[in-house]
């Protein structure tokens, strides 16, 4: 028989920003960066996550094609700085308490750029990232966004708004996005989902909506009602229910699970229950049109 194996089950400490703060200030920006090669992407990668860095660093190999420079303290980034690096293609500047991010001079390589996790209070500049692939935006502090705000960005594929504080949409506000794939606006405060507003989205395979009260109230419901479901319909596949779960997040295909929130007699009613007319299907077709 063997010894049984000793098993430590220590808590993990939770996942901090802060944990190398104090090492950083002896030595030179970009020192500390671990550099290898990302086998999977096959690109030179310099990581330079939690170095406490307030500047990008001056001194990677010109080959760097990934950095990441999460959890530092760049409060704003100019895309001047990585112009010395002109393979690089994927950019994480998470988790930073950016406030602004600078898109001049351009970065014509680059496809992925993650701004998630910062204090952005506008939808920054995007004019010189034409090869962006992936924009990531969750968890800022944006309210707006102006119409054909994302028009530069003709490759995009994935765009994240997750979290942010988007209550009304224009129309056009992902006009020229003709093949973006994959879009989440859950938990915004959204008050509208203007009609016609994905109407130009013609690649979209998945929308996520999660963690939001869909707002019929507020302007002419029944068409936006009447398009939603239509939408849905047409992508029953591609609508996905989340659970964050305490040790998991739980994702399962459900259409059913976009729902109703007001008014209050359909409360909780899948959209998809409604029919042409917009009344509720099977069981009262003589209810008050939405
Ligand atoms: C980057 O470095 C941080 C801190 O050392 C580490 O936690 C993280 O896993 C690294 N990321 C990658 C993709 O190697």
């Known amino acids: 028989m063997s010894a049984p194996r000793r098993k430590q089950l220590m808590p993990l400490p939770a996942l901090s920003c802060l944990a190398l703060l104090s090492m950083a200030g002896a030595v030179g920006p970009g020192e500390l960066c671990q550099i290898k090669m990302n086998p999977i992407k096959d690109r030179n990668q310099a990581n330079c996550t939690r170095l406490g860095l307030s500047r990008v660093p001056s001194q990677l190999p010109k080959d760097t094609g990934i950095l990441l420079l999460g959890c530092n303290h760049l409060v704003s980034v100019s895309t001047s700085s990585f112009q010395y690096l ?67 960005l003709g490759e995009l594929q994935e765009l994240d708004l997750r979290g942010n504080q988007l209550r009304r949409l224009p129309k056009e506000a992902f006009a020229g996005l003709a093949v973006l794939r994959n879009l989440d606006l859950s938990n915004n405060p959204r008050e509208e ?78 959209v998809l229950y409604f029919t042409q007319s917009c009344r509720k299907a099977d069981i009262d077709p003589s209810t008050t049109t939405l």
């Open 193 to 270: 989902l203007p009609l016609g507003l994905l109407s130009e989205l013609e690649a979209l395979e998945v929308l996520r909506l999660l963690g939001n009260c869909l707002p019929f109230q507020r302007i002419g419901s029944f068409p936006i009602l009447a398009y939603l479901r239509d939408w849905i319909t047409e992508n029953e596949a591609s609508i996905y229910y989340q659970e964050d779960g305490l040790e998991k997040v739980m994702v399962e295909n459900d259409a059913e699970s976009v729902r109703c929130d007001s008014p209050a007699q359909y409360r909780g009613t899948p």
């Open 86 to 152: 002109p393979m690089l293609v994927d950019l994480d500047l998470s988790h930073n308490g950016l406030k602004a991010f600078h898109a001049v001079p351009a970065l014509p390589r680059l496809q992925e750029l993650v701004l998630s996790h910062n204090a952005l209070g506008a939808l920054p500049s995007l004019q010189g990232l034409p090869a962006l692939l992936h924009l990531g935006l969750a968890h800022n502090s944006i309210q707006d966004l102006a119409p054909g705000a994302f028009r530069s």
